[in-house]
């Protein structure tokens, strides 16, 4: 069964550009997760996706948003990038729906802003 | 502001000993309670989850929760130098937000 796919795994990008970053989650898996991680800060929600719906969102500034396709691929975008953005993003699928699930993290994409 | 708390360690603990990891959350509501194992440059893994107060046990991990002190704990028996490694506390709100500790670095001492 194959994991959480996050694509790509490294990015380096300048102030002001925005970014897009993609995850695949594993497969029946219907809620996607964004988080992101410093060391600093830990892990910081970004926002829940379940069946095309944005379900939660943490408290990031408008910049960051995201969206979900039918085959539950999520997309997340940063727009006007800051050096303050460069973090490892982690995507994290789970069943989602009725009942507690925990969630499988991919990957990472490790962004870098310069 | 929800918070989950956890001493950042590092905690160390010599093998074959009992590591015992805390985690204090302040959101009354919350639903379930995760551990999750990070290694450095790893992605967190998910180790136990726990729902009802009282232990839950699989292999060398014991899950403790306690809702009305609002705490969490994590145990590891028999501890192996493979469980250096950060772990994570992750308690789903009753937003179902689930919001993560800083983590508790823990190094097993051979």
């Known amino acids: 069964k194959a994991g959480v796919t996050q694509t790509p795994r490294y990015l380096i990008k300048t102030r002001g550009q925005q970014v897009t970053l993609s995850c695949s989650p594993i497969s029946g898996h219907r809620s996607v997760s964004w988080y992101q991680q410093t060391p600093g800060q830990g892990l910081q929600f970004l926002f829940e996706?379940?069946?095309?719906?944005?379900?939660n969102k943490g408290n990031f500034p408008g910049r960051f948003s995201g969206r979900q396709f039918s085959n539950s691929r999520s997309e997340m975008n940063v727009s006007t990038l800051e050096l303050g953005d460069s973090a490892l993003y982690l995507c994290?699928?789970?069943?989602?729906?009725?009942?507690?699930?925990?969630?499988?993290f991919g990957s990472g994409t490790r962004l870098t802003v310069v | 502001q929800k918070e989950v708390e956890q001493n950042s360690g590092p905690l160390s603990v010599p093998e074959g000993a009992i590591a015992s990891l805390n985690c204090t959350y302040s959101d009354r509501g919350s639903q379930s309670f995760f551990w999750y194992r990070q290694y450095s440059g790893k992605s967190p893994e998910l180790i136990m989850s726990i729902y009802s107060n009282g232990d839950k046990e699989d292999g060398r991990f014991t899950a403790q929760l306690n809702k009305a002190s609002q705490y969490v704990s994590l145990l590891i028996r028999d501890s192996q130098p493979s469980d250096s490694a950060t772990y994570l506390c992750?308690?789903?709100?009753?937003?179902?937000?689930?919001?993560f500790g800083k983590g508790t670095r823990l190094h097993i001492l051979p």
């Open positions: 992750a308690v789903r709100g009753r937003d179902d937000k689930i919001i």
């Open positions: 994290a699928s789970s069943l989602g729906g009725e009942g507690n699930y925990g969630y499988t």
């Open positions: 996706y379940f069946s095309e719906t944005q379900r």
